[in-house]
Nanobody, 116 residues
Framework: QVQLVESGGGLVQPGGSLSVSCAAS????????MGWYRQAPGKQRELVAT???????NYADSIEGRFTISRDNAKNTVYLQMNSLKPEDTAVYYCNIWMAGGDTYWGQGIQVTVSS
């Protein structure tokens, strides 16, 4: 019904930048919230950032000022620009969407590794 395809990510040195994007397709009518979560090895999945369809944004304290979330409603796509990356940002990053009707969907995850 709904597919989320993530792209971007990869390996970057500390202090570098990366971006990830997530495109939703299928029965995607009226997406309310789009966001990114991450899960590092041995840790629970945690919120990174969310953005509502009205543009309201929420960031985790650990990344505020370094990461920027944005969305293109016409393309049903959410972006995450990550600057000043730290080794502790290493994780699998997951895209998440909440539909206006309450359904939620997850992407398959994409690896971001920050290492010298």
């Amino acid at each position: 019904q709904v597919q989320l395809v993530e792209s971007g990510g990869g390996l970057v040195q500390p202090g570098g930048s990366l971006s990830v994007s997530c495109a939703a397709s299928g029965r995607v009518f009226n997406i309310n919230i789009m966001g990114w979560y991450r899960q590092a090895p041995g840790k629970q999945r945690e919120l990174v950032a969310t953005i509502s369809n009205s543009g309201s944004i929420n960031y985790a304290d650990s990344i505020e000022g370094r990461f920027t979330i944005s969305r293109d409603n016409a393309k049903n796509t959410v972006y995450l620009q990550m600057n000043s990356l730290k080794p502790e940002d290493t994780a699998v990053y997951y895209c998440n969407i909440w539909m206006a009707g309450g359904d939620t969907y997850w992407g398959q995850g994409i690896q971001v590794t920050v290492s010298s």
